[in-house]
């Protein structure tokens, strides 16, 4: 298994263009599953979870064209299988998202159950109460979620809990159902709004997108989808850390900067200096950082998916912070790893409390989770010393060629095969 080797306390300077969005083109991919014909996605980043995610397509009966420089080309005509099978689904659970689309496309699915992860138990139970409420027959056998419908039915849904693929799960099956779709308490993620509005160039009727309620009214065909995928504002926040944590001074380029809002504010709170222009940011960190404190929320809050990266930060802050994760029941894998390198955590259930520490040291690490596995590497740029980074394929599924990116920067880091 690949590792990566750094060698800390090199300062980023330069700049760094983002990809497009991991969390954006995967309920995209499932999307084209509601149309016939020939779908063109651009700007979609190289990375594992999408590799997976066409593989599984391809199962169900899509037919890639093309698949080079970051555009896929995928006919969706002859789909015609209803099975996804669990070699695919089990390492990703954004498979789910299949589900809606194949029920309202073939009025049958087969779906194994995601496994859980290293981050939670992740279980689908609102995916299913929403589509039987839809009138879809949902029941588990031998791992695997069936379902099968002669015609979905608009109806109202409140998720008692905000779920990101929930929302882009149920919006999907509501376009071809029939008559109108109430979501309520939906996300309000940039990619569930991005899904929306690109499903509704292709010919659905959906409004609310980006607000607690999101209105679907049913139609029969949808045209293939043409769209080019936003920046990943998770990998821009990452990268924002990086260059705060080395001190360093970073010009992202090609990222949407209010989608990073959360993360910006936090970050000037903790004394970094951040230049927003229309879409680039540059991050300048000099001086010492100060603790700031952060709770994850559902968008707009603060993200779950930075908060590994923000403690990595806070690690070496001056003072004291209180990180609460709200999201996941079990998202302080990295914390381990990092008292590990010297840094001081205590932990009380979803609270983290960080005493920052003068400096870290290099070590021997092993990634757990994609976000976990960025706070070791963004730990380990500012750590003294080497480090060894172990299971970094959970890095390659949502982050585009980081140790390059980061040696473009100035970073001393490889991966050893
Ligand atoms: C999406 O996961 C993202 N993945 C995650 O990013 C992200 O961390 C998460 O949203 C929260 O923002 C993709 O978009 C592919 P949820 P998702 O359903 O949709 C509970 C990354 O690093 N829940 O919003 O799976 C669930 O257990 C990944 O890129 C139920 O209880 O997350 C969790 O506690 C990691 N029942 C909470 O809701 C359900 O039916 C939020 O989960 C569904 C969810």
């Not at 690949?2 to 309920?27: F, H, Y």
Request: hydrophobic share 45%; proline share 4%; glycine share 8%.
């Amino acid at each position: 298994m690949d590792k990566i080797v750094i060698e800390g306390g090199k300062r980023l300077v330069g700049t760094v263009k983002m990809s497009g969005a991991k969390n954006a083109v995967l309920p995209v991919l499932a999307a084209t599953l509601l149309t016939e014909g020939r779908n063109v996605i651009d700007n979609v980043p190289e990375v594992r979870d999408v590799l997976t995610m066409i593989k599984l397509l391809e199962a169900l009966g899509t037919e890639v064209e093309n698949y080079s420089n970051e555009k896929i080309i995928l006919d969706t005509s002859k789909v015609n299988n209803s099975e996804a099978p669990y070699d695919l689904v089990s390492t990703m659970r954004a498979s789910c998202m299949v589900l809606g689309p194949l029920l309202a496309r073939l009025g049958k699915a087969r779906v194994s159950l995601p496994g859980g992860c290293a981050i939670g138990a992740r279980p689908i139970d609102l995916h299913i109460k929403g589509l039987q409420a839809m009138g879809a027959k949902v029941w588990l056998e031998q791992g695997y979620v069936h379902g099968e419908v002669d015609l979905l039915k608009g109806i109202s849904f409140y998720f008692d809990t905000v779920s990101v693929t929930g929302t882009a799960n149920l919006m999907m099956a509501a376009v071809l159902a029939e008559g109108e779709t109430i979501l309520e308490n939906v996300a309000k993620e940039p990619e569930v709004v991005f899904l929306a509005d690109i499903l509704n160039l292709a010919g659905a009727k959906i409004s609310g997108q980006g607000t607690d309620i999101i209105k679907i009214q049913g139609t029969t065909a949808l045209k293939p989808i043409e769209c080019a995928i936003f920046p990943d504002r998770i990998e821009t926040g990452t990268y924002m850390i990086a260059a705060a944590i080395t001190q360093g001074d970073v010009t992202i380029e090609n990222c949407i900067p209010q989608h990073l809002e959360p993360i910006t504010l936090k970050l000037q709170e903790a004394q970094v200096d951040i230049e927003v222009e229309k879409n680039k940011m540059r991050i300048i960190g000099k001086g010492p950082i100060r603790a700031v404190n952060a709770r994850t929320h559902p968008y707009p809050g603060f993200p779950t998916d930075i908060q590994a990266q923000f403690m990595a930060l806070m690690t070496l802050a001056q003072g004291q912070s209180i990180i609460m994760e709200t999201v996941f029941e079990n998202r302080f894998m990295h914390v381990a790893e990092l008292k590990r390198m010297g840094a001081n955590i205590a932990l009380d259930g979803h609270t983290a409390i960080i005493s920052g520490v003068k400096g870290l040291s290099g070590a021997q690490l092993m990634a757990t989770d994609l976000r976990a596995s960025a706070s070791l590497v963004l730990a380990a740029l500012a750590a003294k010393g080497e480090s060894v980074i172990s299971r970094i394929y959970h890095i390659d599924r949502g982050y585009v060629s980081m140790e390059e990116k980061l040696s473009n920067l100035g970073a001393q880091i490889h991966r050893l095969k």
